[in-house]
């Protein structure tokens, strides 16, 4: 017995990258260049405020967490994206603590895909390449996806004026991922106007994953909430989704949150008491100090530009490589992702991910991302000097 919306799904890329590499001798000891997993090492913050909390483990949590969480995660919102007086953040009604964005990126799927749309299967939009996840909740809520392609012709996001009346008519959910794993490309405020405004007038709900919003060169990139507030609307179909796996390199305390549309935050918390798992209220303590610190995500800020200062001086002068506004990610044009992976892993034992593994086909054929590498700047200078000079050394 087995849900057959399952066997749609691809293996995850991490797999497919291992069919590709396992029996390969690799041409050193393994730097794996392939996951966006901050290797920097969690904030002393973290460990001390846990340990303050532990006794909390002894009681189970609420399906949206502690007051204490939503208020520490609304203040840092007002502050972020200058919401103030009416603007402000309601903590109780528009915040949902979740165990990581990739639950609620999953779960809003479930939660607003209807068996039927326009009196066919629904579709849910997906930016191409796209974070795994949009695809398998869109597949197992059981929509049809719609590719949005998001290549250098169109800024690395997905062109909004380019979907037709059609997908429209039958989308219910958008994902945009902003800044774009893997591209690191920035949504500007007009960007996002345009797409709360399209999702308004077609009644999609728009999921911005915005987990990479700390992460970034020069600029903060606005959010959807910020843009969002000034509608007179306020959040009606917008829901956006943040982490402390990047901004706080904690991926593995599982913490992130949703906000936006009190009816979307309100039925998740519905479903949530049903199948979801809270966080433990230590967690939440924990959660809620990071999000009132800002000095450790500084350093982190710091430490990126830094790799990326290092990806300048050793890729700088290759054609295919540009220096992304936000992420942690290089997006190099090799030509060809899959044959350069495998050649980078004989040469020097690096490990990235073929950019064709996170896109699918698009109608005519064609993978947007199948010409790419992308390659996670998670480790230490050193290793990321070692890893991009390897690459350099193939590049054209
Ligand atoms: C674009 C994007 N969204 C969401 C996530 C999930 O992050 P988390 O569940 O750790 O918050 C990731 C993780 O790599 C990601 O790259």
Same mark, same amino acid.
């Given at each position: 017995?087995?849900?057959?919306? +399952?066997?749609?799904?691809?293996?995850?890329?991490?797999?497919?990258?291992?069919?590709? /590499?396992?029996? !390969?001798?690799?041409?050193?000891? $393994?730097?794996?260049?392939?996951?966006? &997993?901050?290797?920097?090492?969690?904030?002393?913050?973290?460990?001390?405020?846990?340990?303050?909390?532990?006794a909390?483990?002894?009681?189970?949590?609420?399906?949206?967490?502690?007051?204490?969480?939503?208020?520490?995660?609304?203040? =840092?919102?007002?502050?972020?994206?200058?919401?103030?007086?009416?603007?402000?953040?309601?903590?109780?009604?528009?915040?949902?603590?979740?165990?990581?964005?990739? &639950?609620? /990126?999953?779960?809003?799927?479930?939660?607003?895909?209807?068996? !039927?749309?326009?009196?066919?299967?629904?579709?849910?939009?997906?930016?191409?390449?796209?974070?795994?996840?949009?695809? *398998?909740?869109?597949?197992?809520?059981?929509?049809?996806?719609?590719?949005?392609?998001?290549?250098?012709?169109?800024?690395f996001?997905?062109?909004?004026?380019?979907?037709?009346?059609?997908?429209?008519?039958?989308?219910?959910?958008?994902?945009?991922?902003?800044?774009?794993?893997?591209?690191?490309?920035?949504?500007?405020?007009?960007?996002?106007?345009?797409?709360?405004?399209?999702?308004?007038?077609?009644?999609? !709900? /728009?999921?911005?994953d915005e987990?990479?919003?700390?992460?970034?060169? &020069?600029?903060?990139?606005?959010?959807?909430?910020?843009?969002?507030?000034?509608?007179?609307?306020?959040?009606?179909?917008?829901?956006?989704?943040?982490?402390?796996?990047?901004?706080?390199?904690?991926p593995?305390?599982?913490s992130?949150? $949703?906000?936006?549309?009190?009816?979307?935050?309100?039925?998740?918390?519905? /479903?949530?008491?049903?199948?979801?798992?809270?966080?433990?209220?230590?967690?939440?303590?924990?959660?809620?100090?990071?999000?009132?610190?800002?000095?450790?995500?500084?350093? !982190?800020?710091?430490?990126?530009?830094?790799?990326?200062?290092?990806?300048?001086?050793?890729?700088?002068?290759?054609?295919?490589?540009?220096?992304?506004?936000?992420?942690?990610?290089? =997006? +190099?044009?090799?030509?060809d *992702? &899959?044959?350069?992976a495998?050649?980078? =892993?004989?040469?020097?034992?690096?490990r990235?991910?073929?950019?064709?593994?996170l896109?699918?086909?698009?109608?005519d054929?064609?993978?947007?991302?199948?010409?790419?590498?992308?390659?996670?700047?998670?480790?230490?200078?050193?290793?990321?000097?070692?890893? +991009?000079?390897?690459?350099?050394?193939? $590049?054209?």
């Amino acid at each position: 017995m087995t849900n057959a919306r +399952l066997d749609e799904l691809n293996e995850y890329p991490f797999q497919r990258l291992r069919d590709l /590499l396992d029996g !390969v001798e690799g041409g050193g000891p $393994m730097l794996n260049f392939a996951l966006g &997993e901050p290797q920097i090492g969690v904030p002393a913050l973290l460990g001390e405020t846990l340990a303050k909390h532990v006794a909390g483990f002894g009681k189970y949590p609420a399906a949206n967490s502690t007051p204490d969480l939503r208020r520490a995660i609304a203040d =840092w919102l007002d502050r972020r994206y200058g919401l103030d007086g009416d603007d402000a953040m309601n903590a109780d009604t528009e915040i949902m603590p979740l165990n990581g964005t990739r &639950e609620g /990126l999953y779960n809003i799927a479930q939660l607003v895909v209807p068996q !039927v749309r326009a009196a066919t299967r629904p579709l849910v939009l997906v930016p191409n390449p796209f974070y795994q996840c949009y695809l *398998g909740a869109a597949t197992m809520a059981g929509a049809e996806v719609g590719l949005m392609p998001a290549t250098a012709g169109t800024g690395f996001l997905p062109d909004l004026d380019a979907l037709d009346a059609e997908m429209l008519r039958r989308a219910a959910l958008m994902y945009v991922c902003t800044p774009a794993n893997p591209q690191g490309a920035m949504a500007d405020e007009a960007y996002l106007a345009k797409a709360i405004d399209l999702a308004r007038r077609h009644d999609i !709900v /728009l999921a911005l994953d915005e987990c990479y919003a700390e992460i970034y060169d &020069e600029t903060p990139p606005p959010g959807g909430l910020q843009v969002a507030a000034r509608t007179g609307e306020r959040f009606r179909n917008l829901v956006v989704f943040h982490s402390l796996s990047k901004r706080s390199s904690s991926p593995g305390l599982r913490s992130g949150f $949703m906000a936006g549309d009190p009816d979307l935050v309100a039925r998740y918390g519905k /479903l949530r008491g049903y199948g979801g798992a809270p966080l433990p209220d230590p967690i939440a303590a924990a959660s809620a100090a990071l999000w009132r610190d800002e000095k450790h995500v500084e350093e !982190v800020r710091a430490h990126y530009r830094h790799l990326f200062d290092i990806a300048d001086e050793t890729l700088g002068n290759k054609q295919g490589y540009f220096r992304p506004p936000g992420g942690f990610f290089l =997006w +190099l044009d090799v030509g060809d *992702g &899959e044959a350069f992976a495998k050649r980078l =892993w004989q040469h020097s034992g690096v490990r990235c991910l073929p950019g064709g593994y996170l896109a699918r086909d698009e109608a005519d054929g064609t993978n947007p991302g199948a010409r790419f590498l992308r390659v996670a700047l998670v480790h230490d200078a050193g290793t990321v000097r070692q890893a +991009l000079t390897a690459i350099s050394e193939l $590049m054209e």
